[in-house]
């Protein structure tokens, strides 16, 4: 992997100022709301890019991780009505066990069966969410969850913070000694035995590590929308992210969240055109991927900055 | 001296064929042997048993004194086995470095301190020096053994397997690479198994052979004896023939 240079440290900068700035240039709450939306994408397709991207094992499911850390932030609200604070540290332990529980049966095995038990993992959830409803509001879901910030925009930069923290904390570890690990799984699995490399330790402590800060995100998304839903946990949320992370250039990282963010945008932007709208988008994509199958962001910021390197 | 590698009666079906057939043998520390045999003796099946790739059906490995079957085979690369393989897995898409960086990061060798340093010591050691920042898939064949040799050597062994290392290789490159292993075996007083099927190569650089045909272990010997052994020819150049006309 590429080590990083000033000019992607500036570019960050860059970025992150406009982002920041945005809603005192536009004051209206509605581009707040979407920024937030954005933020949290960024914070999802990060992660899910950390451990599929880098190891190659893609997930599914990674709604179950989402849903779980928004259905904590949800229980902890309306059941015990904790401080709202609590429910950030508690939603990413319970998407850290719920992350153990699926990957320690599936990860030692090989080829699509992850990816599958991921995709049913996160189906059942949400028929458990249907079929409990007296616990989780069924279809209806869990409501009048405490903000954890009261301004929108404070909350928005603290959104934004933490999906800052998650692409440089994620970014750090893909870089390191751990990170080479990964993609040498996503390589080839019986040279990283021959090597000596615990193969499934790696697998599900990078599978723990992308399931923590999904839950986060979850938690975070729960707390701005103040009530949480079944469709956080239907398969529409993992694609969404799996794409953004294709869009992004997989593997990068910071072209997942970047990616996250333009998609997000472009969701909003197109909701003028109605019913065309699941069109444009779905189109869109599609000549990306396939015009483009290593991605748009990542490739492209590389190539604009190779002379600066 | 004692013995580091002790076979016994191993085993291996695969439904109705039999690679592997009560393979006993010992290897002793510092021994250079070679498994000498045509191809689809069993060579790299029992390889792939020893190294824990695959479970025999039957029999028992000692390495080291301790048991090593059912192990999985990163463990049995940190109890001090090593292998390579004979159709070279290199880490596409990663320089040299790097692919000998991933077997410095197993506990075996966690006294490595400065990763970096010891993977391009290793690049050094097996003539692949300077060249730590190419990537591997530009290398020729010749280069990815070497590559396959210090990504084994990485984990520190006691055991170094060898599957067919000369394989695909021209006279030139082979030389070179027996040169290497040669030094590998003498300074590091290494123990060394290696299978091979070409005679010529394999007779000048081991110091015992085990022979295989049709997954049975047919002679144990020095390689002077070895090549004169009937059972040996039989294998390699078939029956003589007063023996076809008798049969």
């Given at each position: 992997m590429r080590r990083i240079s000033l000019i992607d440290i500036a570019g960050a900068i860059v970025l992150v100022a406009i982002l920041a700035l945005a809603p005192m240039f536009v004051s209206s709450n509605y581009l707040t709301g979407v920024l937030t939306v954005c933020a949290v994408y960024g914070i999802w397709a990060s992660s899910w890019d950390f451990m599929s991207g880098l190891t190659?094992?893609?997930?599914?499911?990674h709604s179950l991780f989402i849903g779980a850390g928004a259905y904590t932030a949800g229980f902890l609200a309306t059941?015990?009505?904790?401080?709202?604070?609590?429910?950030l540290p508690t939603a990413v332990g319970v998407a850290i066990a719920f992350s153990l529980l699926v990957g320690?049966?599936?990860?030692?095995?090989?080829?699509p069966y992850f990816a599958l038990a991921m995709l049913s993992a996160s189906a059942i959830l949400q028929r458990l969410c249907l079929i409990f409803w007296e616990y989780?509001?069924?279809?209806?879901g869990l409501y009048g969850l405490d903000p954890l910030i009261k301004s929108p925009l404070h909350y928005y930069w603290f959104v934004l913070a933490v999906l800052v923290v998650t692409v440089i904390v994620l970014t750090l570890l893909a870089q390191s000694h751990w990170g080479l690990l990964l993609r040498a799984i996503r390589g080839d699995e019986a040279t990283c035995q021959a090597a000596g490399i615990n193969v499934t330790f790696y697998k599900i402590a990078s599978l723990m590590i992308s399931a923590g800060f999904a839950g986060l995100g979850g938690a975070l998304y729960a707390h701005y929308q103040l009530q949480v839903s079944p469709?956080?946990?239907s398969v529409v949320v993992s694609i969404t992210v799996i794409i953004m992370v294709y869009v992004g250039g997989i593997g990068s990282i910071y072209g997942a969240a970047v990616a996250a963010i333009l998609l997000t945008l472009l969701t909003e932007m197109l909701?003028?055109?109605?019913?065309y709208r699941l069109w444009i988008y779905t189109l869109t994509l599609m000549l990306i991927l396939f015009f483009l199958p290593n991605g748009l962001i990542a490739p492209l910021w590389r190539r604009l900055t190779e002379r600066l390197r | 001296m004692t013995d580091l590698l002790e076979v016994n009666g191993v085993t291996k079906r695969f439904g109705g064929l039999t690679?592997?057939?009560n393979a006993t043998f010992t290897l002793k520390k510092g021994e250079f042997t070679g498994i000498l045999g045509p191809n689809g003796a069993g060579k790299t099946t029992l390889f792939n048993i020893l190294t824990g790739f695959m479970q025999p059906t039957t029999g028992t490995i000692h390495f080291n004194g301790e048991?090593?079957?059912?192990?999985a085979p990163y463990k049995i690369v940190n109890r001090g086995m090593a292998r390579t393989f004979q159709l070279t897995r290199p880490f596409v898409g990663m320089n040299l470095l790097e692919n000998v960086l991933v077997a410095c990061m197993s506990p075996r060798a966690s006294?490595?301190?400065d990763k970096e340093e010891r993977a391009s010591y290793l690049l050094a050691q097996v003539g692949?020096?300077?060249?730590?920042?190419?990537?591997?898939?530009?290398?020729p064949y010749g280069d990815l053994r070497r590559l396959e040799i210090a990504r084994a050597l990485a984990t520190r062994p006691d055991l170094l397997l060898l599957d067919?290392?000369?394989?695909?290789?021209g006279s030139g490159e082979i030389e070179q690479l027996a040169q290497l292993i040669r030094r590998l075996h003498r300074e590091q007083n290494l123990t060394i198994l290696l299978i091979e099927h070409k005679l010529r190569e394999f007779m000048a650089l081991v110091s015992r052979v085990i022979a295989m045909n049709f997954g049975e272990i047919i002679a144990v010997g020095p390689p002077e004896e070895i090549v004169k052994n009937e059972k040996v020819i039989e294998a390699y150049i078939g029956k003589t023939e007063d023996a076809h006309a008798s049969a």
């Amino acid at each position: 992997m590429r080590r990083i240079s000033l000019i992607d440290i500036a570019g960050a900068i860059v970025l992150v100022a406009i982002l920041a700035l945005a809603p005192m240039f536009v004051s209206s709450n509605y581009l707040t709301g979407v920024l937030t939306v954005c933020a949290v994408y960024g914070i999802w397709a990060s992660s899910w890019d950390f451990m599929s991207g880098l190891t190659g094992r893609e997930n599914f499911g990674h709604s179950l991780f989402i849903g779980a850390g928004a259905y904590t932030a949800g229980f902890l609200a309306t059941i015990w009505s904790t401080n709202p604070w609590l429910s950030l540290p508690t939603a990413v332990g319970v998407a850290i066990a719920f992350s153990l529980l699926v990957g320690f049966p599936t990860l030692r095995l090989r080829g699509p069966y992850f990816a599958l038990a991921m995709l049913s993992a996160s189906a059942i959830l949400q028929r458990l969410c249907l079929i409990f409803w007296e616990y989780t509001g069924g279809e209806e879901g869990l409501y009048g969850l405490d903000p954890l910030i009261k301004s929108p925009l404070h909350y928005y930069w603290f959104v934004l913070a933490v999906l800052v923290v998650t692409v440089i904390v994620l970014t750090l570890l893909a870089q390191s000694h751990w990170g080479l690990l990964l993609r040498a799984i996503r390589g080839d699995e019986a040279t990283c035995q021959a090597a000596g490399i615990n193969v499934t330790f790696y697998k599900i402590a990078s599978l723990m590590i992308s399931a923590g800060f999904a839950g986060l995100g979850g938690a975070l998304y729960a707390h701005y929308q103040l009530q949480v839903s079944p469709p956080l946990f239907s398969v529409v949320v993992s694609i969404t992210v799996i794409i953004m992370v294709y869009v992004g250039g997989i593997g990068s990282i910071y072209g997942a969240a970047v990616a996250a963010i333009l998609l997000t945008l472009l969701t909003e932007m197109l909701r003028g055109f109605g019913e065309y709208r699941l069109w444009i988008y779905t189109l869109t994509l599609m000549l990306i991927l396939f015009f483009l199958p290593n991605g748009l962001i990542a490739p492209l910021w590389r190539r604009l900055t190779e002379r600066l390197r | 001296m004692t013995d580091l590698l002790e076979v016994n009666g191993v085993t291996k079906r695969f439904g109705g064929l039999t690679a592997v057939k009560n393979a006993t043998f010992t290897l002793k520390k510092g021994e250079f042997t070679g498994i000498l045999g045509p191809n689809g003796a069993g060579k790299t099946t029992l390889f792939n048993i020893l190294t824990g790739f695959m479970q025999p059906t039957t029999g028992t490995i000692h390495f080291n004194g301790e048991l090593v079957r059912e192990l999985a085979p990163y463990k049995i690369v940190n109890r001090g086995m090593a292998r390579t393989f004979q159709l070279t897995r290199p880490f596409v898409g990663m320089n040299l470095l790097e692919n000998v960086l991933v077997a410095c990061m197993s506990p075996r060798a966690s006294n490595d301190k400065d990763k970096e340093e010891r993977a391009s010591y290793l690049l050094a050691q097996v003539g692949l020096g300077g060249r730590d920042k190419e990537p591997v898939e530009t290398l020729p064949y010749g280069d990815l053994r070497r590559l396959e040799i210090a990504r084994a050597l990485a984990t520190r062994p006691d055991l170094l397997l060898l599957d067919e290392p000369f394989a695909g290789l021209g006279s030139g490159e082979i030389e070179q690479l027996a040169q290497l292993i040669r030094r590998l075996h003498r300074e590091q007083n290494l123990t060394i198994l290696l299978i091979e099927h070409k005679l010529r190569e394999f007779m000048a650089l081991v110091s015992r052979v085990i022979a295989m045909n049709f997954g049975e272990i047919i002679a144990v010997g020095p390689p002077e004896e070895i090549v004169k052994n009937e059972k040996v020819i039989e294998a390699y150049i078939g029956k003589t023939e007063d023996a076809h006309a008798s049969a």
